[in-house]
């Protein structure tokens, strides 16, 4: 059964400073991963996927996420983060378009 | 360029009333998918449809929920009678089988509570 694991329910972070926020997976095959952020009140949105070939993948907002086979992890990083990164992050995993397991989510504070 | 359009954005209602949510995907898409997002249980996908045919029903929780998608251009869920468990944001999203993007393109969500 395919899972996916997001470790950290909140984290909190300064303006300017670097982010990671992880997520590890169970999944049978090869995955597509994904990570969408959601606004307050808002539908989520695609930040990056992973489907193959280079595992260091960018996406918008000047994030990028590194897929490691080995550790079955997605980790997504923006090196410095501004006020307006403040949301929720959700990894995902799934076989095929939109039949997607979501993580539980990563709440990110951005203070001054 | 209109997005996933669900509505309404908010539903109060009363436990045992129907309630249907509604969606109109992006034009040119042909797979709709129903998640439901709730505190306890995060993003859970009730239904998708692949050209308009419901493939995959597994995550609808009971018989009291069901939903439609009679064109390409329109989705309802509904609810029937609903109950205060039934709370939650319902998120329709679509996309494009078979191209390259792979993005599901969600909309803003229905928030529903039962009283």
């Known amino acids: 059964a395919q899972s996916v694991t997001q470790p950290d329910i909140h984290i909190t972070v300064s303006e300017g400073a670097s982010l990671e926020l992880r997520c590890n997976y169970s999944?049978?095959?090869?995955?597509?991963l994904f990570w969408y952020v959601q606004s307050p009140g808002q539908g989520l949105q695609l930040l990056l996927k992973y489907f193959s070939g280079d595992t260091l993948v960018q996406g918008i907002k000047g994030f990028e996420a590194e897929f490691k086979r080995s550790q079955s992890s997605f980790n997504l990083r923006k090196p410095s983060v501004h006020w307006s990164d403040a949301a929720e992050y959700f990894c995902?995993?799934?076989?095929?378009?939109?039949?997607?397991?979501f993580g539980a989510g990563t709440q990110v504070v951005v203070t001054p | 360029d209109a997005g996933v359009i669900q509505s309404p954005r908010h539903e109060v209602t009363e436990m045992g009333q129907e309630v249907t949510l509604r969606c109109k995907p992006i034009s040119g898409h042909n797979s709709l998918f129903w998640y439901r997002q709730t505190m306890m249980r995060g993003l859970e996908l009730l239904i998708y449809?692949?050209?308009?045919?419901?493939?995959?029903d597994s995550g609808m929780p009971e018989d009291r929920f069901s939903a439609k998608m009679p064109n390409a251009s329109f989705s309802t869920l509904k609810i029937q009678p609903s109950e205060p468990r039934d709370s939650a944001v319902y998120f329709c999203a679509s996309s494009l089988q078979g191209s390259d993007t792979g993005e599901l393109f969600f909309g803003e969500g229905s928030r529903l509570t039962v009283l």
């Open positions: 999944y049978g095959a090869t995955p597509y």
């Open positions: 449809f692949n050209n308009n045919v419901p493939i995959d």
């Open positions: 995902a995993v799934g076989a095929s378009w939109g039949k997607l397991q």
